[in-house]
Every structure is written in C-alpha cells, then in structure tokens.
C-alpha cells in the first residue's frame, strides 16, 4: 500500500513563506520523479515543481525564483520551500511520486490527499 502525506499548508499574508513537506510510505523498486501540484479552486492541478532521480528540476514559470523543491528519493520525501506567496498561489497542493512499485510494474502515478495553501491578508 502507498501512501503520500502532505503537510505545511496554512494560512500566509501576501509575501510570507511556507514550506511543504510529503513523505511516501511504501516499498519501490525505482522513484522516477517526486513533485508538487496544485489546484485553485474552478482551474486544473497543474505542475509546481517536480524533481528527479538525478535532482534535476523543473518548475512552472509562475513560482520561479519563488519556489524551490528538494527531496530525497532513497527517504521517499520531497519538500516545497514558498517564498513571497501571492494571493494567486491560493490553491490545495498535491504531492505527486511517479515510480515503479517492481521493475516489471508500469511507471505509475501516486498522490496525497492534498494540503491547502491560502495566501490572504
């Protein structure tokens, strides 16, 4: 059984910081990809951040130099360090790990329940 716990979220003033954390409960034969998601409410999930096997990242062009992820595969943990939070980044984060349960198994989707971010003063 896999499990991936969020927490972290709250409520932030416009210009605060929060910080993320997911740990994934779980045996893998390979973590492809740990990352964050979010989804405002009436919009898509779309991309935050992802990071990989090799620690390359990627994020979306709205947290840029706002946002930074970190993680460590072999600890099944991925964190999301929000640095100047605009009421636009107001949403339910995801933790996302992308991996192979055995090495005959697809590359599959897993996900948290969600921790909820509000940026509001």
């Known amino acids: 059984q896999v499990q991936l716990v969020e927490s972290g979220g709250g409520l932030v003033q416009p210009g605060g910081s929060l910080k993320l954390s997911c740990a994934a409960s779980g045996s893998f034969y390979r973590i492809n990809t740990m990352g964050w998601y979010r989804q405002a409410p009436g919009k898509q999930r779309e991309l935050v951040a992802v990071?990989?096997?090799?620690?390359?990242?990627n994020y979306a062009d709205s947290v840029k130099g706002r946002f930074t992820i970190s993680g460590d595969n072999a600890k099944k943990t991925v964190y999301l360090q929000m640095n100047n939070l605009k009421p636009e980044d107001t949403a339910v984060y995801y933790c996302n790990l992308q991996g192979q349960r055995e090495s005959f198994y697809a590359n599959t989707n897993y996900w948290g329940k969600g921790t909820l971010v509000t940026v509001s003063s």
């Open positions: 990071i990989t096997s090799a620690d390359s990242t």
